[in-house]
């Protein structure tokens, strides 16, 4: 109420006090209401003042732009998402990571959704006829049914464009031999085979990866190619811990630090098994067939 009370005064002349200055640099349009108190400032003349004429009027255009499209998204009705049932309890959020990755990214971009959780061992009919290969995940979008997570996320980026979650080419690809090179060594029965090698080596070059590059893939901020891998670790994780007791090894500091910011993220925990049980049952017949 204080910040509104005093950028609601007429401007006074001469240089703006200090604590004026300090709060209009500490203003963000990352709301209705913020956006009001930033123009009060602009009014007053203190953010010219700190910033220029042309760069003020550039910010809270751009802060409009941005509060408009969050408009939309927050008044656009939720889309329906076809995901994968928890194994024997179709009543929970099951295992399948590519599910996974749909409900993330959709959880980013904060756009309204609706979770139908399918029995992958008793498909319904209804989900047949939209899905007829009978795999998740399907997203109903312009009242089409689209398949197949990486289609998926790409409509997404493009219709819903912010945040942006796109990745740059040449580090779109960091990291995707991972959980090729995982199944291999959670099947293994021969610990010689070099499987368990293959999977040091990848996360070996993701640690080198991300200790150039970190905190995420693409540096400071997370993108669609951590929104594919996040699930995938966490296979990683849970399968081999449960299966082989098996863990990333200490030395690959980069990459632990790497799987606890991601599953440690609000989006991570709203989109994961509710139990890590859940990923175990699902891998079991395949570890154990």
Not at 84 to 108: H, N, Y
Not at 109 to 130: E, G, H, R
Request: aromatic share 8%; net charge neutral; charged share 25%.
């Amino acid at each position: 109420m204080a910040m509104i009370s005093m950028l609601g005064k007429a401007p006074t002349l001469g240089i703006a006090s200090t604590s004026s200055l300090t709060v209009a640099k500490n203003l963000r349009c990352d709301s209705l209401e913020s956006l009001v108190l930033y123009r009060r400032a602009f009014n007053c003349g203190l953010l010219t003042q700190l910033f220029g004429e042309r760069g003020v009027r550039s910010s809270v255009l751009l802060q409009k732009r941005k509060i408009a499209s969050t408009r939309i998204v927050s008044m656009a009705e939720a889309l329906d998402v076809c995901v994968k049932a928890a194994t024997g309890v179709p009543d929970k959020l099951g295992d399948c990571p590519f599910s996974q990755r749909v409900l993330l990214t959709l959880e980013e971009k904060q756009v309204p959704y609706n979770t139908k959780l399918i029995d992958t061992s008793n498909k319904p009919d209804w989900f047949l006829q939209i899905s007829p290969e009978g795999k998740v995940p399907v997203l109903k979008i312009d009242d089409k049914w689209v398949p197949d997570s990486d289609v998926i996320t790409q409509i997404l980026e493009e219709k819903y464009p912010e945040p942006p979650l796109a990745t740059p080419p040449e580090k779109a690809t960091v990291g995707s031999k991972i959980f090729s090179t995982f199944i291999p060594f959670l099947k293994s029965k021969d610990p010689n085979d070099g499987t368990e090698q293959a999977l040091l080596n990848e996360l070996r070059a993701l640690d080198e990866h991300l200790k150039d590059n970190g905190p995420f893939i693409n540096g400071e901020k997370i993108s669609a190619v951590d929104i594919s891998l996040a699930p995938k670790l966490y296979h990683l994780k849970v399968a081999l811990g449960h299966f082989k007791k098996w863990s990333v090894p200490e030395e690959l500091t980069y990459v632990r630090d790497y799987m606890e910011t991601l599953f440690s993220r609000e989006s991570f925990l709203r989109t994961s098994p509710p139990d890590e049980q859940y990923i175990i049952a699902g891998w079991f017949p395949k570890v154990n067939p």
